[in-house]
């Protein structure tokens, strides 16, 4: 009997959670998604990513600019006031939570942030094809699922390997930024790209500072009110 067809032999960058969206999230895909949500041709699963597409930057946001990538960027709170924050910055979000992605949508029109886009997509596969190689100047992955549970650690984004696809994808002297309230996940985020010969740290001591560019979101409370360390890891891509 042949094996069954698998879409994927990484883990997804956050799984897909699209319960019933509210008349306003409706009308951020109806009115706002030709603006911000990035058309992306599909292989076989719904948020994978054709194999053979690329995004042309410059032809995108309509010019040369410094980008700045989030994976798993939520509910967008801290892409957004990055956006409005720095319009001489051009940024995406990569997130597969399409009630996140309605919301994102209208704070985005809110601020009048055009400087930002969206890609309802899986991660990995964002940074293996999709993106031009060196294409991002900083990389953003701030609270992902942590799946905590012993026999799940095996599906967390940042592990061996990811370095390598983040390497790909950014420019040298890129930055990659990472946040978790998990301490055995910033144990393992630490490890794993210390181990990247690509890689080299960009603070010292054992963690880096908060990013003050990263605004206050629902996740880092939670994790604040529960009484867990917020762990910050900033690494530069070598030269």
Known sequence: MPEPRTFRDEPVSFVRRSGRMSQAQERAFAELAEAYLLDLPRAEAWTSVHPDARLDVAAEYGRRAPLTVEIGSGQGHAIVAAASAHPERDFLAVEVFRAGLARTMLDADRAGAKNLRLAEANAPEVLETFLPAGAIDELWIFFPDPWHKKKHTKRRMVRDGFP???ARALAADGIVRLATDW???????????????????????????????????????KGKEKGRAIRDLTYRRRV
């Open 164 to 166: 390598g696809m983040a």
């Open 183 to 221: 301490e055995d996940y910033a144990l393992q985020m630490r490890e794993v790209f210390d181990s990247d010969p690509a890689f080299e740290r960009g603070f010292d001591g054992e963690w880096a500072p908060r990013f003050d560019g990263r605004v206050m979101t629902a996740f880092e409370r």
